[in-house]
């Protein structure tokens, strides 16, 4: 059965990027990447990703229009966005009228929710979301991208350190007040 996993790195106050959409603040703290929480073993299980528009354009000017990724991507988006290879489709609507679609592509592997926390939530609250795995930095923001748009209930799964991140692994019960 394919399992919907949201991966990514947070702050301590929940945010993914600052009001500027950086994150300056994530690449200044150690981490090693054959730790826990490493991205290399989990894109083993991964045969497709997910993400917003903002997601996929912040890759694309971080790493000069490249795209490294080989899975199947969908983004979500209500712009024009120009797919950078043909393996990217860009989608619109709510994530359940896609859902057949995204399985299909990720073959007997996990669909990676790559991020926002907005496109997140409505995932999970379409009954999408299984797993939540954040490497939480010790740095505050105050404000910028929140790490989850909506209120749900999680069930804490795993928790060890990498470097100076706490990597924790959460199952997804459902709306909050569902336990």
Known sequence: MTRYRYNTATTLDGF???DADSLAWLFKQDFVEDGP????????EIGAIVMGATTYEWILEHEKGAWTYTQPTFVFTHRDLAPVTDTVTMIQGEPAAHRAAIEAAAGDKDVWMMGGGDLAAAFAAAGMLDQVIVSIAPVTLGSGRPLMGGAFDLRLTSADRNGDFVVASFDVV???GSR
Not at 37 to 44: H, P, Q, R, T, Y
């Open 16 to 18: 993914l990027a600052d």
């Open 37 to 44: 929480g490493s991205i290399d073993a989990f894109m083993e």
């Open 174 to 176: 459902g709306p909050l």
